[in-house]
Nanobody, 127 residues
Framework: QVGLVESGGGSVQARDSLRLSCSFS?????????MAWFRQGGEGEVREKVA????????TYADSVKGRFTVTKDNKNMVLYLQMHNLATNDSGTYVC???????????????????WGQGTQVTIPS
């Protein structure tokens, strides 16, 4: 069984903080691989990658979240986190975690290289 399950979303006020979690399980994660957080603003909108982490612990962030979001991974408990600070209205959306299990040295840009996806968790920051 292979899966990603997100949690931690909700409705918060602007400038608040929130931490998302993504539990991962299954044979694909017996070795460390590229994992990432994506955000989709609404139905039909493009899913954008906001942060990723590779087995070395190196991270990459979208310009829109640099300095506010931090991605970490707890390998022992098999959880990927996204700590978000100073949230703004345009951070609202469905946050989805994904894994690119063929990639360990870097995380690919194109979404079709991500082969395991969670269902997502909704984050809302009212205007």
């Amino acid at each position: 069984q292979v899966g990603l399950v997100e949690s931690g979303g909700g409705s918060v006020q602007a400038r608040d903080s929130l931490r998302l979690s993504c539990s991962f399980s299954g044979a694909a994660f017996r070795r460390e691989v590229c994992m990432a957080w994506f955000r989709q603003g609404g139905e039909g909108e493009v899913r954008e990658k906001v942060a990723n982490i590779i087995p070395t612990g190196a991270t990459t962030y979208a310009d829109s979240v640099k300095g506010r979001f931090t991605v970490t991974k707890d390998n022992k408990n098999m959880v990927l986190y996204l700590q978000m600070h100073n949230l703004a209205t345009n951070d609202s959306g469905t946050y989805v975690c994904g894994a690119a299990t063929r990639y360990i040295d870097f995380c690919p840009i194109r979404m079709y290289n991500y082969d395991i996806w969670g269902q997502g968790t909704q984050v809302t920051i009212p205007s």
